[in-house]
Nanobody, 124 residues
Framework: QVQLVESGGGLVQAGGSLRLSCASS????????MGWFRQAPGKEREFVST????????SYADSVKGRFTISRDNAKNTVYLQMNSLKPEDTAVYYC?????????????????WGQGTQVTVSS
């Protein structure tokens, strides 16, 4: 079956960096657009970033643009989210997701598979 496993979360001070990874199995990774979403306590899930199946197209939420970078390695079936200049408002559970489509999407309903999430906590 399809599995998406996130890793790399943790506790970091404001201004610090983290790199999230999402390893996939059970799907043809290169046929899926990948996305990162996050959900803070008491808030709705929100889009963070997405990358097309070939990696040629990316998109970011305005709140992370210029600080976060999404990338993928289709040979390793893994998508990454490099997060720099972290702020306390970035604190959330981060989820990776896979959408069976060629182009990017920031809409969570377009995604077919989801990971269990990894906690990111940014202290002030």
């Amino acid at each position: 079956q399809v599995q998406l496993v996130e890793s790399g979360g943790g506790l970091v001070q404001a201004g610090g960096s983290l790199r999230l990874s999402c390893a996939s199995s059970g799907l043809t990774f290169s046929s899926y657009t990948m996305g990162w979403f996050r959900q803070a306590p008491g808030k709705e899930r929100e889009f963070v970033s997405t990358i097309s199946w070939g990696g040629g197209s990316t998109s970011y939420a305005d709140s992370v643009k210029g600080r976060f970078t999404i990338s993928r390695d289709n040979a390793k079936n893994t998508v990454y989210l490099q997060m720099n200049s972290l702020k306390p408002e970035d604190t959330a559970v981060y989820y990776c997701a896979a959408a069976y489509r060629s182009f990017t999407s920031g809409y969570w309903r377009d995604y077919n598979y989801w990971g269990q999430g990894t906690q990111v906590t940014v202290s002030s």
